[in-house]
């Protein structure tokens, strides 16, 4: 496995960790929450659950990846700015990352303490590779195939699917380096489901290693989502077990960050994957060495 | 010469680690005692029976606890013939790790005991760590 450093904003990551990114929404119509951390409150106990779990970052999101109410830039910051601000103040080790696609929002979460611009639609706005640059954030590179935010894979199709987020990761890694992003700042994120039917999800996880052997840290974001409700026919809710499986396949291939909604079952199933791989030692091994 | 007796376990070796050490109390122990028997010393390597208890590596013999009693006790003086007299046999039965004491008795004679700094069976396995000077 090829290991890269990892530099996070302010934090740094020895060459081998395995990170717990926990899901934080500020909306209220995120698909696998439906609102619970809709309120400030809200959101904020869910980051002092998920830091007690152990998660290293957090990623807190304003607006719902799928279709629906439109919400402009000012509404986004309105959401996320200050809440960032509180969460920097109160958890200073933890890293914190913002999932926007805006170069404005961007800007503002990285001057309230964001270490990490987590751009799920793929480098949609230009400008937002110089943001990260400016502020010394960390920025993650998701392939989507090109399409517009909050918006569904509508027959798409891929020559090799697996060759075009290759493509589309390294070009829009490299535009974050032109632009002046540390080179152990840079994340890449093939982005199951985003412009992706399931069989193109199932084929990426599956040949994760070649995302792994381009030598950028790699993100996976698995947790819940319709690659795993149509894998084995099971609604939101009933989502974990696939999850942890696609997990445990990611983890064998050296995925570096787990963006999750469940940390502490996602925790065990890469430290077990990572232990099986060689990269950890069991917690407390004592059978049979006594 | 100082003579020194530590367990044979293989959780001490360095392929064994965990991340939390199960056996930190006796590495402790086992360090210390080599390192003061130092590179002219005498380290002798074996333990008391591996069937303390029923989640011992052999299970329960109801036989060990006072075969261990009897083998410490001999160690503790020390007394080589005691040592030499231990019943191969039972050691065997008992999955005690006995085969060095020959050359530990031979070591011990005319030896004081210094230290016993080790003495337990957190694993259903007796431990020693001892520490004589002859």
Redesign the interface.
Known sequence: MLVVTLKLGRHAFDDNDALMMAIVNRTPDSFFDQGATWAEDKAFERVRQVVAQGAEIVDIGGIKAAPGVEIGPEEEKARVVDFVARVRAEFPSLVISVDTWRAEVGDAVCRAGADVLNDAWGGADPELVDVAAQHRAAIICTHTGGVTPRTRPYRIEYDDVVAAVLADCEAYAQRALDAGVARDSIVIDPAHDFGKNTFHSLEVTRRLPELVATGWPVLVSLSNKDFVGETLDVPVGERLTGTLAATAVCALAGARIYRVHQVVETRQTVDMVWSIAGR???????R??? | MKVVLIPG???LRPE?????D??AELRAAVDAAVAWAGSDGLVVVGNGS?KRTEK??GYLDERAEGFDAALRDALAEPSPEALRGVDPALAEELWASVESLGTLADALEGARLVSVDYDDAP???QYWVMRWQR
């Open positions: 950890r030692p069991p917690a407390r091994a004592i049979g060495l006594q | 376990v293989l959780a064994y680690a965990s991340l939390i199960p056996v591996a011992a590596p694993y259903g396995v």
